[in-house]
């Protein structure tokens, strides 16, 4: 929702407040009665889904129907179009958790002045049918003038509904959940009670009794742990104190406090006459005896209570007025506004504190099934309730995403594939080689944890990627000065793969002979490790004059197949046929002759060079090069000139003949 956008008619949207699992919170202005309230929204992701929407009214008309001084008040509940909301009253105060983090340990007669006030509510919705199920001291707020109200009645369920197991919605609570909610069995308003006795004993203590490293951790102390020793902790405490906590945070439900009526009496008791010995076990039952001693005891007893009543209400006015009315003050300059945070991620948060010249400190981290990792899902202090100095720190609990995570299956894939396949989670990848005669190089064939296993979100994910076949050791052989075809079937035996095969004229080495490799021989080297080589196309040609001994001829006519080839090379036989068409190509004077040539090489010949040589008056200039394969027939070069010219043809460096055109035939 937006600001200024109106509700119902009558609900003008502030700012927003805060957001949960199931609904978000908006500071709102009652246009009608002028007044500001607190407009619960459910969520967008909820709209769609019948059941969600209906135990969102259900519970939010049974809350409406509780009529207490220390329950926030609910004035309306109703939808428009796809808005399902709760009108309910606005606190301007700050949370009974940001009293303790200030003031803890709290004496007796502030923790139980505190307390006596929420098993008050508890006692009137218990009475309704309502159980909490998230009593902590984030749910509830103290006012400037010193009163207690319960909030947050978001998860609240009826006495005589089963409550389900522990899920994501309710994780942020895990330090106060009975041991009943951490196990999913049955809650009722006992569970409220034991919550309530976590609460006290943080109150006096000014720490948690259970703590972990994660939620579930500590579900699991609330279910087999024993409570911390209170008087080490506290010494100041008193022996009634320390019994009420303990008999509240029992674990089994049938041994604590029958209901929260019972709890007041002896709160009362403690309150009125903190140095008592013990409270007595008839205390709630013997209220309506008639003799006098009784009676007289009574109303002195009652007496003090009241008179105990007016100064609990007297120190948490002390209380707000030291801790609360500064921080609304808004007077000096150097305090400033509480910002919002729940809802950003946690750098967005420490930014927006830092703009305030505030730190923020991650209190806790939990799983959350609704909020993705690093969502703020709870602060210290009430935004825009109040004012902090500048410096202060603002402590948070940060969303952990969701408890379990299904690994996704990651063998059989390349390295690559897996990393982006990871690329939704926050997974840490852990990478081991190892050679493998079945899996090919750089897939991975195992992984742990294996694939659909639950993990936390930070897990690491160790796969095992295949290096291929173990190669053996082998000596590059020498192949320089061996012919192309002997220099391969060498590599080929030692288990190397051949490489790129270059050419280069050489006066060093022959035609088709290796000039060079790109391993050196003698080389120790895994088996199929690439070798390259440079093969000879024998001395250059163009300040080479063409070979004495070669056959040439000086008419017009074709070399015949019996040409007699180079004697340094017997895998040259010439060519078998050369024809010239000669084509009336006007060219600057020049005609052009097509030749079509067809060699005759050895069978082990796989490719070569063929070059044409022009004779001038002076010397020879070539006028074609390219390199062929021995499948190249016949191949057709075209040549330029006039009158009658003589040409003669380079097999890989080697004269295999000579022809002379004319070119006005």
Not at 578 to 592: A, Q, S, V, W
Not at 602 to 628: G, Q, S, W
Not at 634 to 655: C, L, R, S, W, Y
Request: glycine residues 6%; proline residues 5%; hydrophobic residues 40%.
């Amino acid at each position: 929702m937006t600001q200024g956008q109106v509700v119902a008619g009558r609900y003008e949207i502030i700012e927003k407040l805060g957001a949960g699992g199931m609904a978000v919170v908006y500071r709102a202005k009652d246009l009608k009665l002028d007044r500001f309230v607190t407009c619960k929204v459910l969520r967008e992701e909820h709209l769609t889904n019948d059941e969600s929407i209906r135990r969102f009214m259900i519970e939010a008309r049974a809350v409406a129907s509780l009529n207490h001084p220390n329950i926030v008040n609910v004035y309306d509940v109703g939808h428009e179009g796809s808005i399902n909301y709760i009108v309910m009253e606005y606190i301007d105060g700050v949370t009974l958790k940001e009293l303790i983090e200030r003031k803890a340990p709290f004496d007796d007669v502030e923790a139980l002045g505190v307390a006596i006030q929420i098993a008050s509510a508890l006692a009137h919705a218990h009475q309704n049918g309502i159980i909490h199920r998230d009593i902590k001291p984030q749910n509830i707020l103290v006012t400037p003038s010193g009163t207690v109200k319960v909030t947050d009645f978001g998860i609240a369920r009826s006495i005589h509904v089963r409550s389900e197991a522990l899920s994501g919605s309710t994780m942020g609570s895990v330090h106060y959940f009975s041991p009943e909610q951490a196990r999913g069995s049955y809650v009722d308003y006992k569970s409220d009670l034991y919550s309530l006795g976590i609460v006290m004993f943080e109150m006096i203590t000014g720490t948690l009794p259970f703590d972990g490293d994660d939620s579930v951790d500590v579900a699991f102390m609330h279910v087999n742990d024993a409570l911390p020793d209170m008087m080490v902790l506290n010494p100041n405490i008193s022996k009634n104190m320390e019994r009420i906590i303990i008999r509240l945070t029992q674990k089994a439900a049938d041994e604590r406090y029958e209901s929260a009526e019972k709890l007041l009496v002896d709160m009362r008791i403690t309150i009125a006459n903190p140095k008592t010995a013990s409270i007595p076990d008839n205390t709630y039952e013997d209220e309506d005896e008639d003799d006098d001693t009784t009676n007289k005891g009574f109303w002195l007893m009652r007496y003090k209570i009241e008179l105990a009543a007016v100064a609990t209400a007297i120190v948490i006015l002390v209380i707000a007025l030291v801790f609360i009315l500064p921080m609304l003050s808004g007077r000096n300059k150097d305090h400033v506004q509480v910002p919002q945070l729940v809802g950003l991620t946690i750098d967005d948060a420490v930014k927006r504190a830092g703009n305030e010249q505030l730190s923020v400190f991650i209190q806790e981290e939990v799983f959350d099934e609704e909020a993705a990792r690093g969502i703020v899902l709870e602060q210290g202090y009430l935004p825009g309730s109040g004012n902090l100095k500048r410096g202060d720190v603002i402590n948070v609990v940060v969303s952990l995403g969701s408890y379990k995570n299904a690994i996704p299956d990651l063998t059989n894939i390349e390295l690559n594939a897996a990393k982006a396949k990871l690329v939704d989670y926050d997974f840490e990848l852990v990478v081991l080689e190892e050679y493998s005669n079945d899996t090919p190089a750089k897939i991975i064939i195992r992984q742990s944890p294996a694939a659909n296993e639950p993990a936390t979100p930070d897990a690491k994910i160790t796969v095992v990627v295949s290096m291929g076949v173990k190669r053996r050791s082998v000596d590059v052989p020498h192949l320089v000065g061996l012919k192309e075809a002997a220099a391969k079937t060498k590599l080929i035996d030692e288990g190397l793969e051949i490489g790129s095969i270059e050419r280069d004229h050489s006066t060093n080495y022959p035609a088709g002979t290796v000039i060079s490799q790109t391993v050196d021989g003698g080389r120790d080297v895994p088996s199929g490790t690439i070798v390259g080589l440079v093969v000879s196309l024998g001395p250059a040609p163009a300040s080479a004059v063409p070979s004495e001994t070669a056959p040439a001829t000086t008419d017009d006519t074709a070399l015949s197949s019996s040409a007699t080839p180079s004697e340094t090379e017997d895998d040259i036989t010439g060519t078998e046929d050369i024809e010239e068409t000669p084509t009336p190509d006007n060219n600057g004077g020049e005609k052009t002759v097509t030749l079509s040539l067809t060699p005759n090489i050895a069978d082990d010949v796989e490719t070569f060079v063929l070059t044409i040589m022009k004779k001038t008056d002076e010397n020879y200039v070539e006028v074609y090069r390219a390199e062929h394969t021995r499948y190249d027939r016949p191949i057709n070069v075209q040549v330029q000139g006039t009158g009658k010219v003589e040409f003669h043809m380079m097999v890989d460096g080697i004269n295999v003949g000579s022809q002379v055109v004319d070119f006005d035939r």
